[in-house]
């Protein structure tokens, strides 16, 4: 605390305008790559403007998501802080985690807003961050058009930042998902790129009881661990936009926090449950090493990690064949999980390996 | 760090999912009486859907707003802890922020969400705070229709939260603001209620420096100070929409940070200014009070907060009396700051007082 008498200002109480403008200035041409049909400039700009008919829809139902990317965050702002580097891929976690899920609505991304809140504004990395929504935002096909970055000294103790993702996307009336699933429908999963964006804390107890940094050789990969974890989260927003298009798609479920044994029944109908074959994939060897080095079970492992499955298709049987031929054609590795039977839940059998 | 051989669990990694499931019992009835026409159901519940043909519109462009609460939070808080109350406000002030921005651009909000970040979720709180958000979103007329908890351990301090809003609104195509703005159109100010939600990294200096506590009695009026600088931001919405469709209105501008200097000229073209008439009202207590004790001077108050005005409408001239008396009725207190003029930027004439 000053005693001194000359009068306060807003950059002395911490929060650094110029900084901010700064940011601006440096989004603006990420920004402008993820322009699509739709988007639209505002004047006075107290809000990002939209246009569904120039999206293409005559009739859109609209649907919204929003989420973090959880304390991922956290090993990727302490392997930064090591020199690892981590901070480019959060922001396509951000996008994904958010896309991924309109898609298993049956709706197409449009837009998407974030929110980035630190204590003390680097613009440097906060342009690395913001680089990687608009990264992940092409990749999707949904326009970044705005955003708010908070400086809250305070609340963010330093070098840390936490971020906040909200997404739009529309369908045309009568074209949501899930619908028709039904006994026989075939599981088809899509690999996942790694851990995506949920469990983290589980993973910082594993790797504080292995008694390693984040900058030790990974046990599972090369490298060090710490760059390891932080793979983004892959984008499925394609390949699902693809398969309903194509026809036969019943129900897309997004395996985020919760596993296949949380995530599956979201989509399925009361009194339908999903049989899934734990010999039908590998085990991908990141979570091998958390599933030993943690001492989990499978279960454990199953209701908590995507287990090397980031998206499950429910489709016809008539078609599974040629939809996961097309999918692998368009570089999704795809697994025939299962299929849907009269129950409840996720019945497993044989073994995760 | 523990050597035992015990498996790890989510809990164990202190995430608990029994409280996020609490709390989502918990929200659903604030939620469900914000439900208004263009509200759905959505199976599986990957993303919040919404009707917008439901809502009347029949080619509506859609408007999105984010934004947060700032270290507004942290006194809230603070006062929270020192058993002085302060969580209740919060939900609205977070709203309000995206709302009043949305009406800026002629959009009616439809919907909201939330994101809630702590580090242990204490589901009391949460609720608190959630159901101020939902109780922000009915008197905005805007479906509270998702929101994402997040607990991350290691991110934030024991008892602190952020919080990001993210609002979609919609108009009829054509409808968008601001348009027409003229030389000699009537700046009308409407009151605000206190601070809002900006410039208060630069209250919490200033109150450090006068060596105040949240508990001490506020020296601009009656009861504890951390309370009395926690009054919710004002929600225009129904003023604003309503003096749209009346006719007559050309720009609207929410005064956020960057006060009336910073806010105003966003809404006006090139070439045009606005003088303002700074005694055309009364500076409400608690800003005489932070310019003294801050040693604040007036250009300095003028673009950090909001000065007593919350929202400026520009309005054709020939309208603006009967506009004025509508608003008044409808409840607000309006002010005739001044006038649209050739120029740019906003010039001041009198002396705060």
Redesign the interface.
């Known amino acids: ?2 005693t001194d ?6 950059s ?4 650094d305008i110029a900084a901010g403008n700064a940011l601006v200035e440096r989004i603006k041409p990420h920004a402008a790559r993820t322009a699509r049909p739709g988007t ?1 400039d ?12 120039a999206a293409g829809f005559a ?10 990317v ?2 991922k ?2 090993v990727a702002i302490e392997s930064a802080a090591a020199g690892l580097g981590g901070l480019d891929g959060v922001g396509i976690d951000l996008v994904a985690m958010c896309v991924n ?2 898609v ?2 049956g ?1 197409e991304p449009l ?1 998407f ?3 980035f ?1 630190t204590g003390k504004l680097d613009v440097a990395e906060a342009e690395i961050v913001v680089s990687g929504i608009a990264e992940g935002c092409a990749s999707a096909g949904c326009a970044l ?4 970055t ?8 330093k070098g ?1 930042f ?1 971020l ?1 993702g ?1 997404a ?2 529309a369908m045309e ?1 009568g074209g ?3 619908r028709d699933v039904a006994a026989g429908d075939v599981l088809l999963g899509l690999a996942s790129d790694g851990l995506h964006s949920n ?1 983290f ?2 993973v ?3 790797v ?2 292995a ?1 390693l940094g984040w900058d030790a050789a990974a046990p599972f990969a090369d490298g060090p661990l710490g760059p390891a974890l932080l793979t983004p989260t892959r984008l499925y927003v394609r390949a699902v936009l693809d398969a309903m298009r194509a026809g036969g798609l019943h ?1 897309a ?2 395996i985020t926090g919760g596993g296949l044994t949380e995530n599956l029944p ?2 399925l109908p009361d009194g339908m449950g999903a049989r899934i074959d734990l010999g039908a994939w590998r085990l991908p060897p990141v979570f091998t090493w958390l599933g030993e080095a ?4 499978e279960a ?1 492992l199953l209701r ?1 990690f995507n287990a090397g499955i980031g998206m499950v298709l429910v489709v016809a049987p008539e078609v599974a064949e040629v939809r996961a031929a097309e999918l692998t054609a368009a570089g999704e590795t795809v697994v025939r999980l299962g299929h849907v039977e009269a129950g409840q839940g996720v019945s497993y059998e044989g073994r995760l390996a």
Chains 1, 2 share one sequence.
Request: charged share 25%.
């Open positions: 605390m000053t008498k000359r009068g306060l200002t807003y002395d109480a911490g929060v639209m505002a004047l006075g700009g107290f809000g990002a403007l939209f246009d569904p008919r009739d859109p139902v609209l649907v919204a998501a929003t989420d973090g959880g304390t965050l956290r899920d309109l298993c609505q709706a837009f807003l974030d929110y809140a058009i705005g955003g708010e908070a400086e809250m000294p305070g609340m963010y103790a840390d936490d906040a909200f739009v996307g009336r949501a998902l899930p469990g804390s589980l910082r107890r594993v504080e009881r008694g129900a479920a997004h979201r989509v943690g001492g989990l079970d454990e908590t």
